[in-house]
């Protein structure tokens, strides 16, 4: 019987639902700020916070503080190594349902 | 967060809250209003009335949303296509509606017959915005961004068919009439994304 090829972990990292629809909106968009994400993903601010920083050090996300007008606002931006992560993460997905049928 | 996860439903849904205020529409209304209200004051400065409206029309939108949208829902900036390619898009576009102009023009046989041309410029503005709103549409994947197209491209018709080519006010005719559903549109998507969406007052950031 030939041998499977070794299963494939996807990327720890993404396939948490949180970070995950945090790098989705961010894939639509250019930049956004937390408030934006908070509305869009309907996370918890510490839920959120804890995820952008999960995210932010894995080199996925880029983080500025920026003025909005007057009000200071920290702004999220998806890097390429986020496109990346997200590209194959839903290639590698993909993969597993084609396989369950 | 529902259990129903998909990430290209986010990303779809995260589009369209980038148009849920309703301002664009408001705005697109504002500016067919000043071309076609320049068509009938004085249409050798629709030029002019256009490039102001390229320069200063997207600030003044900008800090109308840093006012209400921001405050609101959060702050977001669409992601930029590739000009080149969105240039290369809409010349393609214009330059087929024209042939098609010319081929509606040509069937009729009055291609050296001026008034047909004027009859005709309707149904090319009405081919050509219905363009910009089919891409909006496929963009934000709202079904009023498609009503609208279709809706020019309607006008547009009926307007070459119903018109006689004297004068080339029809095309202002067509202008007003996508404004005034634009213009509804856009203020009813805005009392709705007032009512919906409280100001965050305090500020919310990471």
């Given at each position: 019987?030939?041998?499977?090829?070794?299963p494939i972990e996807p990327d720890r990292l993404v396939h948490e639902p949180g970070r995950l629809a945090v790098l989705a909106v961010l894939n639509a968009v250019e930049q956004a700020d937390f408030l934006f994400l908070l509305d869009q993903t309907g996370l918890t601010k510490g839920n959120l916070s804890s995820h952008t920083a999960k995210l932010e050090a894995a080199g996925y996300v880029d983080v500025e503080k920026a003025f909005v007008g007057k009000i200071p606002r920290t702004v999220y931006r998806l890097t390429e190594a986020g496109q990346q992560a997200l590209a194959a993460y839903r290639d590698h997905m993909a993969g597993v349902f084609d396989a369950i049928g | 967060m529902s259990n129903d996860f998909s990430t290209e439903r986010i990303e779809q849904r995260t589009r369209a809250a980038v148009y849920r205020d309703g301002l664009l529409e408001l705005?697109?209304?504002?500016?067919?209003?000043?071309?076609?209200?320049?068509w009938f004051i004085s249409p050798a400065l629709i030029g002019v009335a256009a490039a102001l409206i390229v320069i200063f029309g997207w600030r003044v939108l900008e800090r109308v949303k840093i006012r209400i949208t921001y405050p609101r829902i959060g702050y977001f900036q669409?992601?930029?296509?590739?000009?080149?390619?969105t240039?290369?898009?809409m010349l393609v576009f214009i330059g087929g509606a024209i042939i098609l102009m010319v081929g509606v023009i040509a069937l009729s046989g009055g291609l050296t017959d001026v008034a047909e041309w004027r009859r005709a410029a309707p149904l090319l503005s009405g081919?050509?915005?219905?363009?910009?709103?089919?891409?909006?549409?496929?963009?934000?994947?709202?079904i009023r961004?498609?009503?609208?197209?279709?809706?020019?491209?309607?006008?547009?018709?009926?307007?070459?068919?119903?018109?006689s080519g004297e004068t080339y006010l029809p095309v202002a005719w067509h202008l007003l009439g996508l404004a005034t559903p634009l213009a509804a549109i856009g203020t009813w998507a805005l009392i709705r994304f007032l009512r919906t969406n409280p100001t965050r007052y305090g500020v919310v950031d990471g």
């Open positions: 019987m030939a041998e499977l090829p070794p | 705005f697109a209304a504002a500016v067919l209003l000043i071309i076609a209200g320049m669409e992601r930029a296509e590739d000009p080149g390619t240039a290369r898009g081919i050509s915005l219905t363009g910009g709103f089919w891409y909006l549409a496929d963009r934000s994947g709202l961004h498609r009503f609208v197209a279709v809706y020019s491209v309607v006008t547009g018709i009926l307007l070459w068919v119903f018109t």
